[in-house]
């Protein structure tokens, strides 16, 4: 039996985006970039990673009403693959990560210097989506 399961930190690249599936399912993705280790050299920038999430139901619903442009965010989840050849012949693929748990960072607007309303705020709405699953 072989793990595919994998743990990202980073930050929202862009808004999330929802949709419901025919079976009424609700579907949330978002895009996480995730700094290297590795530190810039010179004047080299920061490299990241950038790794589609995606999230259903609740958890899909509790992502897009938290979650933000710029958001610290820790996912949990299972790598899927998808290959595809189109019509030209030219094969494609494009992994995303399938959410099993996700864990709210700071917000963007907040930062490190947040007012204490601002971070119970923060405390709050993590402990609604804890006790959500």
Do not use: W
């Given at each position: 039996?072989?793990l595919?399961?994998?743990?990202l ?7 999330p985006?929802?949709r419901?599936a025919?079976?009424g ?9 995730v ?16 790794f589609r ?12 009403k938290?979650?933000n ?19 030209e ?6 992994m ?11 917000k963007s ?6 007012a204490?309303q ?12 804890d006790n959500?699953y």
């Amino acid at each position: 039996m072989g793990l595919k399961t994998v743990t990202l930190q980073g930050r929202l690249v862009r808004d999330p985006e929802s949709r419901t599936a025919k079976s009424g399912t609700e579907i949330c993705t978002f895009t996480v970039a995730v700094d290297s280790n590795r530190p810039p050299k010179g004047d080299e920038k920061q490299e990241a990673s950038f790794f589609r999430v995606t999230a259903f139901g609740k958890r899909g619903l509790t992502c897009q009403k938290y979650l933000n442009k710029g958001d610290e965010v820790s996912v949990s989840g299972d790598i899927e693959l998808d290959v595809f050849v189109t019509q030209e012949g030219k094969t494609y693929a494009n992994m995303q990560v399938i959410a099993n748990e996700i864990h709210f960072g700071r917000k963007s607007q907040a930062g490190n210097n947040a007012a204490p309303q601002q971070q119970q705020q923060q405390r709050q709405t993590q402990e609604e989506y804890d006790n959500v699953y």
